[in-house]
């Protein structure tokens, strides 16, 4: 009797053992559900979070990207209009109707301050490349508009140095820069 007592309780210790862990099990089980779908939910959470970041992220780059094309493109259009009006104010042949060497070369520091004046604001939207020949083609406008208005509006006699700086000027070294421009706005459109 003594061994189907030790039996019975042993049969029952071990089937309580069993139920116990079941129970364990399940509860555990339990709380693994509440811990996975609470993590589940923070990892959406955070995702929505990274997609709203790479958003806002995004506009601005773009905000960027739209503002630094409005300012090569305004750039370069104000260094046309310089270039023009040096242009107008070395052509050597003049009319009647034409204004003269002194109002064209008004209409060229206009145009030109408006230029530099344009740049230094910008430059940090430029890559540095451009800015350094900017700075190198704005250095040439002032030597130029020196020179050309000390030896060819002053004096009866004009210098045809200061003329002929002023023209390649015009003709050579503008073209060059405002191609630079041009290029990094092409760039900035992936054309």
């Known amino acids: 009797m003594d061994w189907n007592l030790a039996g019975v309780i042993a049969n029952f210790l071990i089937?309580?053992?069993n139920v116990s862990v079941v129970i364990w099990n399940a509860a555990n089980w339990r709380d693994n559900q509440s811990y996975k779908a609470k993590l589940d939910k923070d990892i959406e959470s955070f995702k929505a979070d990274l997609r709203a970041a790479a958003f806002q992220r995004e506009v601005k780059l773009t905000a960027l990207h739209t503002r630094r094309g409005t300012v090569l493109s305004i750039l370069a259009g104000l260094l046309a209009d310089s270039e023009q009006k040096l242009k107008n104010l070395t052509f050597t042949i003049t009319s009647s109707g034409?204004?003269?060497?002194?109002?064209?070369?008004?209409?060229?520091?206009?145009?030109?301050?408006?230029?530099?004046?344009?740049?230094?604001?910008?430059r940090v939207y430029l890559s540095p490349k451009?800015?350094?020949?900017?700075?190198?083609?704005?250095?040439?406008?002032?030597?130029?508009?020196?020179?050309?208005?000390e030896?060819?509006?002053?004096?009866?006699?004009?210098d045809s140095k200061a003329w002929i700086k002023?023209?390649?000027?015009?003709?050579e070294e503008i073209p060059h820069i405002r191609a630079d421009i041009e290029n990094e706005f092409r760039t900035l459109l992936g054309v």
């Not at 064209?104 to 230029?115: C, D, G, I, S």
């Open 15 to 17: 089937g309580s053992l």
């Open 166 to 171: 002023a023209s390649k000027l015009a003709t």
């Open 151 to 158: 030896g060819v509006l002053g004096p009866s006699i004009p």
């Open 130 to 149: 451009v800015c350094e020949g900017l700075d190198t083609v704005i250095l040439a406008f002032v030597e130029s508009h020196v020179e050309f208005e």
């Open 98 to 122: 034409m204004p003269s060497k002194e109002d064209r070369f008004a209409e060229y520091l206009h145009a030109f301050e408006k230029f530099r004046t344009y740049f230094r604001r910008h």
